[in-house]
Nanobody, 121 residues
Framework: QVQLVESGGGLVQAGGSLRLSCAASGSIFSIDTMGWYRQAPGKQRELVAGITDGGTNYADSVKGRFTISRDNAKNTVYLQMNKLNPEDTAVYYC????????????????WGQGTMVTVSS
């Protein structure tokens, strides 16, 4: 089994910054993709940013403000969020597509429990 644990959420004023972290642990052979989604109240969950060995991708709404990065040695993904605005308020979820040691040919997606980010105006 694999666990994803997020940290770094909180309350920040508009224009401020936060850095989210997500560490994967368990019986991990390798991780294909890591990323961040968010879900605002009353809205559907949406992709914020993703990262693979081949590169990164971002939602249009966060391009130029958010940066996703990854430490493969620590199985950890980060999301640096700058110039935050109230529309960024949401629960942020980490996700990873993981190949476990017992089933390296069958990747599976895992989700963290979510961390709340609140941006005040």
């Amino acid at each position: 089994q694999v666990q994803l644990v997020e940290s770094g959420g909180g309350l920040v004023q508009a224009g401020g910054s936060l850095r989210l972290s997500c560490a994967a642990s368990g019986s991990i052979f390798s991780i294909d993709t890591m990323g961040w989604y968010r879900q605002a109240p009353g809205k559907q969950r949406e992709l914020v940013a993703g990262i693979t060995d081949g590169g990164t991708n971002y939602a249009d709404s966060v391009k130029g403000r958010f940066t996703i990065s990854r430490d493969n040695a620590k199985n950890t993904v980060y999301l640096q969020m700058n110039k935050l605005n109230p529309e960024d308020t949401a629960v942020y979820y980490c996700t990873a597509v993981v190949r476990e040691k017992v089933t390296p040919l069958s990747p599976a997606a895992y989700w963290g429990q979510g961390t709340m980010v609140t941006v005040s105006s």
